[in-house]
């Protein structure tokens, strides 16, 4: 009998020095708030840690800020549809997710996102370290990573329709066991993107095979310069050019902004251009550059309109340039995000006022009268002078050399400025 009652109060001292930690706890948010407030989780049981950490599961509904670096080593992370996890505006922090060896697959999970809300990302972080992960990007969803993605062993990543990983500096790859995958092509439905403003970095030959090519997926490498404030590499970049797995042409990089609307008009009088534009949402959303080109090709900056930093309701914004061109004039805007990067919007085109083409007449094939003295010059699209002539007299003839069929610049430099009319 006493040997039983001494292995019994062993068995109640094991129960009550377990430690707790070594209990896998789920973590739930309620509200919003920083990732590591105890707060803002419901529904961990005792004995577990007040706040997660990287052995817990933690399931994100809110908005989260990544306010500490965080590791996880044998959890999960799931972030739902109505969440985000964003570092704060002018951090850079490092989301690690390595079971370091453990031998189990430990997952990032990216919930489908609600249609529309492509350009806000519902994971952004200053650098993605994983290694042995499964990470799972849901229809919709958007990954943004402001430096640098470390693939290193084993990771499998799955990307759903229309979903996008936007990576502002280098994807760095360990070995050949890692993939990039997007939607099946028999399934149908809407390509996955990835994005790469910098380049991917090779080690042991595991960028080639990087990307899933049997799959809806567009992938894009710009080879942009890496920003000094990301981690350097010591690896070879990879030659993209070579490996012909590369097919977005258009290579854009998401706007950290929904614009839904950009247009503009002169007014009645014609004495000032009014430019409108619209957001449906802002993401770190710094300012607008609105800027101006005679050309279509080069631009200059008019001025500045404040962002609304982060914005999920609709905003519009108005801009008035009080000194238009009379010519043909090209306007766009240049929004940029609080830690730099900047997107630019489509082109909006105003047409010349109504008196503006009065000193270029056309009076037979490649024969045209100016009004005006000065320096006549006529450009192709790209900038380029194909002609010019100087004229002394205020109405003067003008006979240009044989141009193939296309479209012209025709400017005029005088002593009060200089008029442009596209012909």
């Known amino acids: 009998m006493k040997k039983n009652l001494i292995f019994y109060l062993s068995l109640l001292w094991l129960a009550f020095n377990a430690s707790p930690s070594s209990a896998q706890c789920n973590y739930t948010t309620v509200r919003d708030g920083n990732l590591s407030d105890p707060s803002i989780y419901a529904g961990f049981v005792a ?50 997710i390595n079971n370091k060896g453990n031998g189990s697959i430990i997952q990032l999970i990216i919930v489908a996102a609600t249609p529309g809300v492509r350009s806000k990302p519902q994971l952004s972080v200053g650098i993605l370290d994983l290694s042995r992960t499964t990470l799972n990007i849901g229809s919709g969803a958007t990954v943004q990573v402001c430096c640098t993605v470390f693939m290193g062993t084993q990771v499998t990543t799955n990307l759903g329709n229309n979903s996008l990983l936007n990576v502002l500096g280098n994807i760095d790859v360990a070995t050949a066991s890692s993939g990039v995958a997007g939607p099946p092509k028999a399934a149908g439905g809407t390509p996955a993107g990835v994005r790469v403003y910098s380049n991917l970095v090779d080690n042991h030959g595991g960028a080639k095979s990087l990307f899933q090519t049997s799959t809806n997926l567009v992938v894009c490498v710009q080879g942009n310069q890496l920003s000094t404030s990301c981690p350097p590499s010591s690896a ?10 590369f097919n977005d042409p258009t290579c854009l990089s998401v706007l950290p902004v929904t614009l839904t609307r950009f247009s503009g008009s002169r007014t009645s009088d014609g004495g000032h251009v009014s430019l409108n534009w619209a957001t449906a949402s802002e993401v770190n959303n710094a300012f607008f550059a609105v800027e101006r080109s005679t050309d279509a090709q080069t631009f200059d900056v008019l001025g500045q309109v404040a962002g609304a930093g982060t914005s999920s309701t609709a905003r519009a914004y108005t801009f008035l340039d009080e000194y238009p061109l009379a010519s043909t004039t090209y306007y766009r805007l240049r929004q940029v995000d609080l830690d730099g ?10 047409a010349e006022s109504r008196t503006s083409a009065d000193w270029l007449l056309c009076t037979a094939p490649q024969h045209y009268v100016v009004q005006g003295s000065g320096e006549l010059h006529v450009l192709d699209v790209m900038g380029r002078s194909l002609f010019t ?28 400025g200089r008029s442009t009319i596209r012909q």
């Open 47 to 96: 004995g577990c840690t007040v706040a997660p950490t990287g052995t817990n599961n933690i399931t994100i509904n809110n908005n989260v800020v990544l306010d500490q670096d965080f590791a996880i080593t044998s959890g999960s992370l799931t972030i739902n549809a109505t969440g985000t996890l964003s570092q704060a505006a002018g951090a850079l922090r490092t989301l690690s």
């Open 236 to 245: 070879a970049i990879f030659n993209v050019a070579s490996a012909g797995i």
């Open 341 to 350: 990067t900047s997107t630019f919007s489509p082109v909006v085109t105003i």
């Open 389 to 416: 002539q100087t004229l002394l007299a205020n109405k003067s003839e003008v006979v240009l050399p044989a141009l193939p069929t296309g479209v012209y610049f025709f400017q005029l430099l005088t002593a009060k």
